[in-house]
């Protein structure tokens, strides 16, 4: 750890840059950065798709060797990261830390899973032939993140590029540039070619979305963010083709059935509603509570709720830091005013915005036809909604656009079975509040989005598929 944190990306600060990264927790400026023009990112596009031919042609093992450099290098300046981390997005600074190794963790395992990317044979249809299939990287790649996890949803996406034998062009957000820009120096040192993995932070966003879509050097973009812009990119993509992975919003319900241990359940909804200040597209938005339990349950996470402590996300002990803006934070009182205008009971928050903070929020008596629970929160209020029956949470939970993460809690080995089968998402945790990792396939159905990151699914996503006819055997 340095005493200055932005000294990992000190070659990248201008005095005068068009970005400008302000932490959320004081308004104060964190660094200022040049922004790319469409022009510039196509001749690095250009570039990425020279490097990527000799990238592609060194064995998986010689490629796990500069990756595993690299997330070695992340690890080791580890307490830098999060600290770059917490003063751009307002993460709590434990949080940032779990987050770099969490998002280390997908640099280790594709590295790894690269040098299994194995083709197969297939009996033939014909004495005289034979087939086989081998997989082939895509080419080169492009990527737009978000900035709930601007380290993570970065190496969730490079990590099996590279793995494959891809090149990768990263757009990150424009609120959370300097994490995503510390990595790619960390790469650089590792020794990856500097043209293979580039962030090209800029002011327009659009203009780059297009190109990516557009430039026919681009074979495939992979976008986290939310479903309005996966939208546009889809429609986009279909310019030329692109081959697309779409990790968009979520409405996560999170059911509690009378038979759960509820000391659980109340912790996985501390972990899924409040980590982030409420800000994942798991987070848990809508509370799904039998009625049998409602009070009770509701009384805990009550009690438990008060022990938050909202801050800075630097000072000690902070578990709940701001939103990402003032202007997202007042979005969140909005939407808590209009719930309760609409019939919501709030039970515990649900004070005014301060600057980007919003305090932990719960409201109950919410029914499924409210705005609140159609639409992602993306903020710490949890509203609770109150069934009677299995059949009538399974309604509710699957009566939404989305279909990203699912939870519930129950201890009836039946109900388990039958209700992760019944919920139409492409993640189900039970008994668990986070979900996500690495050696798992993270991704939606609905409009949550298409494809998987994690797991061997995840380095699928950068491979083609060939098929090889041998005749004349
Ligand atoms: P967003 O869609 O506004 O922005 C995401 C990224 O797209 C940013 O880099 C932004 O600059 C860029 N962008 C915006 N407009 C664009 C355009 N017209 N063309 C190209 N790029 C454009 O989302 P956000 O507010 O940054 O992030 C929150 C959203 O992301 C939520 O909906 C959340 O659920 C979703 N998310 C999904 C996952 C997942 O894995 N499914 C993970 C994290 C976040």
């Known amino acids: 750890?340095?005493?200055?944190p932005l000294a990992l990306i000190t070659s990248y600060l201008r005095d005068d840059g068009p970005i400008v990264v302000e932490n959320p927790a004081n308004g104060e400026v964190v660094g200022r950065i040049a922004s790319h023009d469409a022009d510039q990112v196509s001749a690095i596009i250009d570039k990425a798709d020279t490097a990527r031919i000799a990238w592609a042609k060194l064995t998986a093992k010689e490629r796990a060797k500069l990756m595993r450099a690299w997330h070695d290098l992340v690890m080791a300046n580890a307490d830098d990261l999060a600290r770059i981390m917490t003063l751009e997005s307002g993460k709590p600074l434990a949080e940032s830390k779990g987050e770099v190794t969490y998002g280390a963790g997908y640099i280790e395992w594709f590295a790894e899973e690269g040098k299994r990317a194995y083709g197969?044979?297939?009996?033939g249809f014909s004495p005289k032939s034979r087939i086989v299939t081998i997989l082939q990287?895509?080419?080169?790649?492009?990527a737009?993140?978000?900035?709930?996890?601007?380290?993570?949803?970065?190496?969730?996406?490079?990590?099996?590029a590279l793995a494959a034998g891809c090149s990768m062009v990263v757009k990150p957000a424009e609120a959370t540039p300097l994490t995503a820009l510390a990595l790619e120096a960390l790469a650089q040192q590792a020794g990856i070619p500097e043209d293979l993995f580039r962030i090209v932070p800029t002011k327009t966003s659009s203009a780059v979305g297009n190109l990516f879509c557009s430039h026919p050097k681009v074979r495939k973009l992979s976008f986290t963010g939310s479903t309005k812009v996966g939208q546009i990119l889809m429609a986009q993509a279909a310019q030329q083709i692109t081959r697309l992975s779409l990790e968009l919003g979520g409405n996560a319900p999170f059911i509690v059935f009378d038979d759960a241990d509820l000391d659980a359940a109340v912790e996985g909804v501390i972990a899924s509603k409040y980590r982030n200040a409420g800000q994942t597209c798991v987070c848990a938005n809508r509370l799904l509570v039998q009625d049998s339990i409602h009070d009770a349950f509701v009384e805990k996470l009550k009690a438990r709720i008060g022990t938050l402590k909202m801050g800075d996300g630097m000072a000690e002990g902070v578990n709940l830091g701001p939103l990402?803006?003032?202007?997202?934070a007042a979005r969140v009182a909005d939407v808590?005013?209009?719930?309760?205008?609409?019939?919501?009971?709030?039970?515990?928050g649900g004070e005014e915005a301060n600057g980007a903070f919003y305090a932990p929020t719960v409201i109950t008596g919410v029914t499924q036809d409210m705005e609140i629970a159609r639409e992602e929160i993306f903020g710490p209020v949890a509203p609770v909604i109150r069934f009677t029956d299995e059949a009538e949470a399974i309604r509710i939970a699957n009566d939404t656009i989305y279909g990203l993460a699912a939870y519930f809690y129950s201890r009836d080995i039946g109900r388990i079975w039958r209700v992760m089968e019944g919920l139409?998402?492409?993640?189900?945790?039970?008994?668990e509040g986070i979900l996500s990792s690495e050696v798992a396939p993270f991704g939606g159905v609905k409009q949550s989005g298409m494809g998987r990151e994690g797991s061997r699914h995840g380095l699928s996503e950068y491979m083609e598929l060939k098929y090889g006819l041998m005749g004349g055997i």
């Open 336 to 348: 808590v005013k209009e719930t309760i205008g609409a019939g919501g009971k709030l039970v515990v």
């Open 324 to 328: 990402i803006d003032a202007k997202e």
């Open 120 to 123: 197969e044979t297939i009996p």
């Open 1 to 4: 750890m340095t005493s200055n």
């Open 144 to 160: 737009i993140t978000p900035w709930n996890f601007p380290l993570a949803m970065i190496t969730r996406k490079v990590a099996p």
């Open 137 to 142: 990287p895509v080419g080169t790649c492009a």
């Open 424 to 431: 139409e998402y492409g993640m189900v945790a039970i008994n």
